[in-house]
């Protein structure tokens, strides 16, 4: 079974290795130490975790909407580009680049501009998965 760094697991949950040590600490999240001291996560115990995380995020308490897009992406919008009808947003979310094209009258409504905090959710009607 695949084991992660505390420093992987973290990009992969998105959020960082010091968030990582303390769930660890608290034993939130399962670790073990290789030959060298370093803290591992089983594979297993960081898919686990990942579910377990994003069902208390999805959980509405927070205020965040409930929604059936299970792919949300909060990030900071980094670029809007206004056309007489359409418009063309930019986020930036960890290290992914989303583009969406939107309605000029959503961009207003929802008062995006560059630096304003946003989430961009996804669904598809097809998901490619590649191994890393």
């Known amino acids: 079974m695949r084991s992660y760094s505390m420093g992987r697991a973290a990009r992969l949950l998105g959020v960082s290795a010091d968030t990582v040590r303390r769930w660890a600490d608290a ?26 995380l ?5 959980s509405g308490e927070d205020g965040e909407p409930h929604t059936s897009v299970r792919n949300a992406f ?9 056309g007489d009808v359409a418009a063309q ?10 583009v969406s094209l939107v309605t000029r009258e ?5 008062g995006l501009a560059v630096g304003v905090e946003a989430v961009a ?12």
Request: aromatic content about 2%.
């Open 121 to 132: 959710r996804v669904k598809a009607t097809s998901v490619h998965v590649d191994r890393v």
């Open 54 to 58: 994003a069902a208390e995020d999805g």
């Open 74 to 82: 909060p990030g900071i919008v980094t670029a809007v580009r206004l």
């Open 106 to 110: 959503a961009v207003e409504e929802l």
């Open 27 to 52: 034993g939130r999240l399962p670790t073990r130490r290789d030959g060298s001291g370093r803290r591992l996560v089983a594979g297993e115990d960081l898919a686990a975790f990942a579910v377990a």
């Open 89 to 98: 947003v930019e986020i930036q979310a960890g290290p992914h680049r989303l």
